[in-house]
């Protein structure tokens, strides 16, 4: 049963509403993938697919370098890529590195995979131009206030407000 005296922090979260934009235009671009019959590839795994048709085979680290993620989130995808087809790995230049290539089935739609890229900026530079403040303006100017103070700061003080804290 539940207590109705405890409340639910969850309910309110500033992040939320970007969260489920950026679900909701993820769904979008998938959208645009099954009327092409690209199936089985998630939109946050373009960027990695370009970079490989781009530089040619990298390693995860080399990779995770290039996209700006962790050695970790990048593993996870490739491992996804992997299993949708979409990349393999080789064997690099010795034994102990392998690099991810892509598959023929990636370099099949890589142009189309390229074409969206660029319509989806161009949509997403016509959208900020419609609205008074555009998100890259709220991201630029968040990182400024961060190099000010950082998001662990900002946090740390505010929990040792919070008598739960401790």
């Keep these: ?17 970007l969260r489920l934009l950026q679900a ?22 373009v960027m990695e697919l370009l970079r490989l048709h781009a530089h040619g085979p990298m390693t995860i680290k080399e990779l995770a370098e290039s996209v700006q993620l962790t050695h970790s989130a990048v593993s996870q995808k490739v491992a996804a890529m992997r299993a949708g087809g979409w990349v393999e790995t080789v ?40 609205i008074p403040y555009p998100l890259s303006q709220v991201v630029a100017d968040i990182e400024q206030a961060l190099d000010r103070r950082s998001f662990h700061d900002r946090i740390a003080a505010k929990l040792a407000e919070d008598p739960e804290w401790g």
């Design 91 to 130: 064997a690099g230049e010795d034994a102990r590195t392998r690099k991810v290539t892509l598959t023929g089935k990636a370099r099949g739609v890589v142009g189309q995979l390229a074409a969206e890229w660029r319509a989806t900026e161009a949509a997403l530079a016509e959208l900020e131009a419609e």
């Design 24 to 45: 909701a235009l993820d769904a979008e671009i998938a959208r645009v993938y099954a009327a092409r019959r690209i199936e089985g590839l998630k939109p946050s795994s």
């Design 1 to 17: 049963m539940v207590d109705p005296q405890v409340s639910d922090p969850s309910q309110q979260s500033l992040w939320r509403p």
